[in-house]
């Protein structure tokens, strides 16, 4: 395995930077803290090519089951999605060391949200874990990871998404499959139209599932008629991914894995990153493979759940970049950007595209390339 992971930015996704492929949700794990703002190429405009192709499509829909009265009040206030095609065809490979992926998955910010999210929920967890066996700092880790514990669900109706992108052609019948779901969703009465909202393309709710996935998956368990992951109370969310993760065969009472050494459960040992800690990992890290198909998501849920938990920081360490630099160096850097007025976009030590550019901007400042890169000189000369 190299070291520097390439996961494709999932096949669809939105926020701030996906980083792997989810079975699932199918939207980029690790989202931001704070609820962000619809954009205005995220609001459906109209557009003659794109109502050609749902006048055809009705005729599909129809021959799927789904009645008139569901499709016309469905397509009633839908639209062209223009950002949506923006963002698809402008995915970036993400690279991203595990070093990096924990240091936004399991930041200071995201524990102590998780561990008041965990004491708030508990005894809803609690409920969940009796019925379908799974850890409730799992559950609540992975809710963290994709919606960033509810506050970035997202606000972007989804049939006009997933319409946009079938009419868009790129993965037509995938997404064709998705809306046909959405549709058989809203004549389940499980909400009304201008409720289902979600990501630009189209994975909803507080754990962020795609429309077939939440066909498959998805339960009521406030026992109110409808699976409703969509409203503010993240209860039919939180089941459904525990019963996504049980049907996925994840094993009651058994760990995710740990760092390996003394306590970590008896698994086979990864070392996603050359150098840094290795891992010790059972049956219940496939499951959570299952709902995201990615080894850094899968160690990012793990660890945040047992920091969730009360567990402290991993125990190994990582060595130094590319660049020669530690994180603390590159948190150094960024502090040091951040004082003379650069934005950085935070102090993480993870060097995204605002420290690059805050890094750009110092370098054309003293007379040096504008390359963006770090580096211990240009620490130095800070």
Same mark, same amino acid.
């Given at each position: 395995?190299?070291?520097?992971?390439?996961?494709?930015?999932?096949?669809?996704?939105?926020?701030?930077?996906?980083?792997?492929?989810?079975?699932?949700?199918?939207?980029?794990?690790?989202?931001?803290?704070?609820?962000?703002?619809?954009?205005?190429?995220?609001?459906?405009?109209?557009?003659?090519?794109?109502?050609?192709?749902?006048?055809?499509?009705?005729?599909?829909?129809? %021959?799927?089951? !789904?009645?008139? +009265?569901?499709?016309? *009040?469905?397509? /009633?206030?839908? #639209?062209?999605?223009? &950002?949506?095609?923006?963002?698809?065809?402008?995915?970036?490979?993400?690279?991203?060391?595990?070093?990096?992926?924990?240091?936004?998955?399991?930041?200071?910010?995201?524990?102590?949200?998780?561990?008041?999210?965990?004491?708030?929920?508990?005894?809803?967890?609690?409920?969940?874990?009796?019925?379908?066996?799974?850890?409730?700092?799992?559950?609540?880790?992975?809710?963290?990871?994709?919606?960033?514990?509810?506050?970035?669900?997202?606000?972007?109706?989804?049939?006009?998404?997933?319409?946009?992108?079938?009419?868009?052609?790129?993965?037509?019948?995938?997404?064709?499959?998705?809306?046909?779901? %959405?549709?058989? !969703?809203?004549? +389940?009465?499980?909400? *009304?139209?201008? /409720?289902?909202? #979600?990501?630009?393309? &189209?994975?909803?709710?507080?754990?962020?599932?795609?429309?077939?996935?939440?066909?498959?998956?998805?339960?009521?368990?406030?026992?109110?008629?409808?699976?409703?992951?969509?409203?503010?109370d993240p209860t039919d969310s939180l089941a459904s991914t525990a019963a996504y993760l049980s049907r996925s065969g994840w094993q009651r009472g058994l760990r995710w894995g740990g760092e390996a050494g003394p306590g970590a459960p008896a698994g086979r040992i990864i070392q996603p990153q050359p150098g840094g800690p290795q891992f010790a990992v059972t049956g219940n890290f496939d499951?959570?493979?299952?709902?995201?198909?990615?080894?850094?998501?899968?160690?990012?849920?793990?660890?945040?759940?047992?920091?969730?938990?009360? *567990?402290?920081?991993l125990r190994g360490s990582f060595p130094p970049d590319a660049n020669g630099m530690t994180k603390d160096d590159r948190i150094a850097l960024q502090r040091r950007l951040t004082a003379r007025g650069y934005d950085t976009g935070g102090t993480d030590g993870v060097i995204g595209t605002k420290s690059r550019a805050a890094i750009s901007a110092y370098q054309a400042s003293i007379g040096?390339?504008?390359?963006?890169?770090?580096?211990?000189?240009?620490?130095?000369?800070?």
């Amino acid at each position: 395995m190299t070291g520097r992971m390439i996961l494709g930015r999932r096949q669809f996704g939105f926020g701030m930077g996906a980083l792997a492929l989810s079975a699932c949700a199918g939207t980029p794990a690790l989202q931001g803290s704070g609820p962000a703002p619809l954009a205005d190429d995220l609001r459906p405009v109209p557009d003659a090519g794109h109502a050609a192709w749902v006048a055809a499509f009705r005729g599909r829909a129809l %021959a799927g089951g !789904i009645s008139a +009265a569901t499709f016309d *009040a469905a397509f /009633r206030n839908a #639209g062209f999605v223009p &950002g949506v095609i923006t963002r698809d065809r402008n995915q970036p490979e993400s690279s991203r060391t595990l070093e990096d992926y924990l240091s936004i998955a399991v930041s200071d910010e995201r524990v102590a949200k998780g561990r008041a999210a965990y004491a708030r929920q508990r005894s809803t967890l609690a409920a969940i874990e009796t019925r379908y066996g799974v850890d409730p700092t799992i559950v609540t880790a992975i809710w963290g990871l994709e919606s960033f514990y509810g506050e970035r669900r997202g606000d972007v109706p989804v049939v006009s998404a997933t319409s946009t992108l079938a009419y868009e052609g790129r993965r037509a019948a995938f997404f064709e499959q998705q809306l046909l779901a %959405a549709l058989k !969703i809203l004549q +389940a009465g499980d909400v *009304a139209p201008d /409720r289902m909202t #979600g990501s630009w393309a &189209g994975a909803m709710g507080h754990t962020q599932f795609i429309p077939t996935s939440y066909l498959a998956y998805a339960v009521d368990f406030t026992g109110d008629g409808r699976r409703d992951i969509w409203s503010d109370d993240p209860t039919d969310s939180l089941a459904s991914t525990a019963a996504y993760l049980s049907r996925s065969g994840w094993q009651r009472g058994l760990r995710w894995g740990g760092e390996a050494g003394p306590g970590a459960p008896a698994g086979r040992i990864i070392q996603p990153q050359p150098g840094g800690p290795q891992f010790a990992v059972t049956g219940n890290f496939d499951a959570i493979k299952r709902y995201n198909n990615s080894d850094l998501y899968a160690i990012g849920v793990g660890h945040l759940a047992d920091r969730i938990g009360g *567990a402290g920081p991993l125990r190994g360490s990582f060595p130094p970049d590319a660049n020669g630099m530690t994180k603390d160096d590159r948190i150094a850097l960024q502090r040091r950007l951040t004082a003379r007025g650069y934005d950085t976009g935070g102090t993480d030590g993870v060097i995204g595209t605002k420290s690059r550019a805050a890094i750009s901007a110092y370098q054309a400042s003293i007379g040096q390339p504008a390359t963006g890169v770090p580096s211990l000189a240009l620490l130095a000369s800070l």
